[in-house]
């Protein structure tokens, strides 16, 4: 991803894609301060940009480098990166993160909070799987407690466990893995929540230990407005047989059915359908 033509927003400046560079001291790349969006823009509009903006900025706060940028700027930042690749339709990266400066220690308050937005074209996150059905991992590793970490920032640091889930998962020959959380609970996968159908009702879990994704705050809601029950629960794994159908959503995954998780099936059936194309139709509106 870094040699190529294109701009990245750095710091308020356009840059050259190549020249994007941060220095080797930089605190981030060393203790994990840094957090992130992923955004998508549809026909030339940002889906929920200011609802990411937003967010971005209490990651860093729960992480104690509040951003000096407004969401107004951030916001701005996300269509000019766009304009300047000349994207209508693409994938949008913000990452803020502690530069190098006076710190070298753990402690990082003398040095910069910095920003950079980037973007580019990225298709189906989980390629055809999205039509088949993902076939999805059980991770070994835990979702923290939030008293270990703030699960609902957006943090780098969180998703160390997520690559490594991620990379275990593929060496299998599955798309993705389903972690658990710290209690054993079904929690979400590596970069997108998860979703359990049964009679027709819906169930995911209580947002108490993952990251509560704007896509599925956007879904529960789709969801109810279409008379349909959303029971958030605590989700055993030994619900699992009973789920007849199952999906993921997420920014970059948006409505992904599964399939199979470790040795359980589902099908991918009307209601997973029916939120995928209404997901489609929203975002596009
Ligand atoms: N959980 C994790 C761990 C994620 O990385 C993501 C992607 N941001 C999500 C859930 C879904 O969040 P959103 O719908 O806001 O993209």
Redesign the pocket.
């Known amino acids: 991803y870094d040699d190529r033509d294109g701009k990245i927003w750095m710091d308020g400046e356009m840059v050259d894609w190549r020249g994007a560079n941060v220095h080797i001291l930089t605190h981030a790349l060393h203790y994990a301060s840094s957090v992130f969006e992923?955004e998508r823009c549809y026909n030339g509009k940002i889906f929920k940009s200011t609802e990411h903006s937003e967010r971005l900025r209490k990651s860093g706060e729960l992480l104690d480098m509040p951003l000096p940028w407004s969401v107004e700027e951030i916001n701005a930042a996300k269509e000019a990166v766009l304009a300047a690749n000349g994207l209508t339709d693409a994938y949008v990266r913000a990452l803020a993160w502690r530069g190098a400066g006076e710190d070298m220690g753990v402690a990082s308050k003398r040095n910069p909070i910095r920003l950079a937005v980037a973007c580019w074209a990225w298709g189906n996150y989980y390629g055809d799987a999205k039509l088949k059905g993902a076939k999805l991992d059980i991770a070994k590793w835990k979702r923290p407690s939030p008293e270990t970490i703030p699960h609902a920032a957006?943090a780098a640091g969180?998703?160390m466990i997520?690559t490594m889930s991620k990379h275990a998962a593929e060496a299998k020959g599955c798309s993705d893995a389903m972690m658990f959380d710290y209690r054993g609970y079904v929690a979400?996968?590596?970069?997108?929540?998860i979703f359990f159908v049964k009679d027709g009702e819906v169930y995911t879990p209580i947002p108490d230990a993952?990251?509560n994704?704007?896509?599925?705050q956007t879904v529960i809601g789709m969801l109810r407005e279409r008379g349909v029950t959303v029971n958030e629960v605590r989700i055993e794994p030994g619900d699992l047989e009973g789920y007849q159908q199952c999906f993921l959503?997420?920014?970059?995954a948006e409505i992904t059915p599964v399939g199979q998780i470790g040795e359980y099936s589902f099908e991918v059936g009307a209601l997973v359908q029916q939120v995928a194309a209404d997901y489609e139709t929203l975002v596009r509106a």
């Open positions: 992923g957006k969180l998703y997520c979400e996968a590596t970069g997108a929540n993952i990251l994704g704007i896509t599925r959503t997420g920014t970059a």
